[in-house]
């Protein structure tokens, strides 16, 4: 699909050695490496254009023009239809509690707000504390524990007019899970409930559209996504204008400065811009030659369960599919090349995730928490967690660590996971998660190492 060696050769950390041997990193979903190109544009912020905003003078204009453009090339990420619909933050969970503040002004007692134990805790506590400050009321969906899908039948059932806010995962940071973000939006809205989809797992790993799903508001992390510690936050501008923001009161009063409270992380924003443009800079490198389906929002929607239709304007019926990178020169579209880039990593995703799964089979007690038939790799990402009987999860990440795999160990801040799933008490469970700058090669030397500790 694309130059691993390449690839590679553009992440220094992945020259780092333990007791001789390359260190292997399979604890991205916890956070990932970044790009040489995401530390220059970092360290030639600091060095040109470090100021605050809005100032007459040469470094405060430059430092503008760069969060201005942070702004723009998050919007084309996400397919967002304008960059103030983008917010930058600390976190997503600083993120999430700040927009939760907001939202509370309108709840009343008896409102009703709907969560997942499938849910990374920052997408949990928020909305449990606001209901707890505003009178309102939580309602829980399950997930089957054999199949690790969410109870969809379940949460459309517990919809209704009381239904103010719906809170859901794009893909469970705890078992890979991919989830109906579009659907469940659109049953949402059916009964007047606003969406806030936490899209931290998912968006390194395929291609995300905001104006297609239809949610509200959606929230990222760019350390997820090969850039620097700093959350994202998506918001429908009407939504955004008509809130009222927790801010000082010189502090503009629009999308999205309002909610960009005190003065931001410039570097790292400008780092973010640099991660926006190494993936879009692979979408046009290593995009040709597949199959392009274009986001939903860019074309007619097809009838509920249907496959996608190439994109092949002007081509007739029966025209061949159009391809990524088909007929671009150097003035592609960013939105273009990002989503030709998220769909190639999303195809190299099923490529990893079926070689993580081969290698953990056959290992006498171990158990894949999370969805393993091959033919549903489409229902998850390369995040793939397991308990082993007669192996604390500790020990295990702790015997790989020595071996130079680095990989996690706990609940990973998804407590609702492994308590549902009883294995809180007994440490967690032990967590892989694999990008593209991960080899099969890698992915064998991880059984390897299990196969002797087994």
Not at 105 to 132: C, F, K, Y
Not at 232 to 243: A, S
Not at 253 to 268: A, M, R, S
Not at 438 to 443: F, M, R, V
């Amino acid at each position: 699909m694309f130059d691993l060696n390449q690839i590679r050769a553009a992440f220094p950390a992945l020259g780092m050695q333990v007791h001789g041997r390359p260190a292997l990193f399979l604890d991205n979903p916890g956070g990932t490496q970044v790009p040489q190109v995401v530390i220059d544009a970092m360290a030639d912020y600091l060095i040109h254009a470090n100021a605050n905003r809005g100032g007459a003078f040469a470094t405060a204009q430059r430092s503008d023009a760069s969060l201005d453009d942070a702004h723009a090339a998050m919007a084309d990420l996400l397919n967002a239809a304008s960059p103030d619909e983008i917010v930058f933050g600390p976190n997503m969970t600083t993120l999430t509690f700040a927009v939760s503040r907001a939202l509370g002004r309108d709840l009343q007692q008896g409102d009703e707000i709907v969560l997942t134990r499938m849910d990374h805790d920052a997408n949990i506590s928020p909305w449990t504390l606001l209901a707890e400050d505003r009178g309102a009321t939580v309602r829980w969906v399950d997930f089957d524990v054999e199949d690790y899908t969410l109870d969809m039948a379940g949460l459309r059932g517990l919809l209704n007019e009381r239904t103010k806010i719906v809170a859901v995962g794009y893909a469970s940071n705890a078992t890979g899970t991919v989830h109906d973000v579009a659907t469940i939006t659109r049953w949402a809205h059916e009964v007047g409930a606003l969406v806030f989809v936490d899209a931290v797992q998912y968006v390194p790993h395929g291609p995300v559209d905001v104006q297609a799903l239809g949610c509200d508001l959606l929230a990222c992390s760019a350390y997820k996504f090969f850039g620097p510690h700093v959350g994202v936050l998506y918001g429908r501008y009407e939504l955004l204008d008509r809130l009222r923001a927790y801010k000082v009161r010189p502090a503009k009063n629009q999308p999205p400065h309002k909610f960009e409270t005190g003065t931001q992380n410039h570097e790292g924003i400008a780092g973010v811009l640099a991660a926006v443009e190494y993936l879009a800079d692979l979408g046009f490198r290593y995009g040709a030659g597949l199959p392009l389906t274009p986001p939903l929002s860019q074309r007619e929607r097809e009838p509920e369960g249907a496959p996608p239709r190439p994109l092949g304007e002007g081509r007739g019926e029966g025209a061949p599919p159009r391809l990524l990178g088909e007929g671009w020169g150097e003035g592609a579209p960013r939105r273009q090349r990002l989503h030709a880039a998220m769909s190639l990593l999303r195809a190299y995703d099923h490529v990893l995730s079926a070689a993580i799964l081969d290698q953990l089979a056959g290992i006498p007690g171990l158990r894949v928490h999370g969805v393993t038939d091959r033919g549903r790799l489409a229902e998850r990402v390369p995040t793939i967690s397991f308990s082993w009987q007669g192996h604390h999860p500790r020990a295990v990440a702790e015997a790989l660590g020595q071996a130079g795999i680095f990989v996690w160990d706990g609940n990973y801040y998804a407590l609702a996971v492994t308590e549902r799933l009883g294995l809180e008490e007994q440490g967690g469970m032990v967590r892989i998660g694999a990008v593209h700058y991960n080899t099969l090669d890698e992915i064998v030397r991880l059984g390897d190492a299990l196969r002797r500790l087994a």
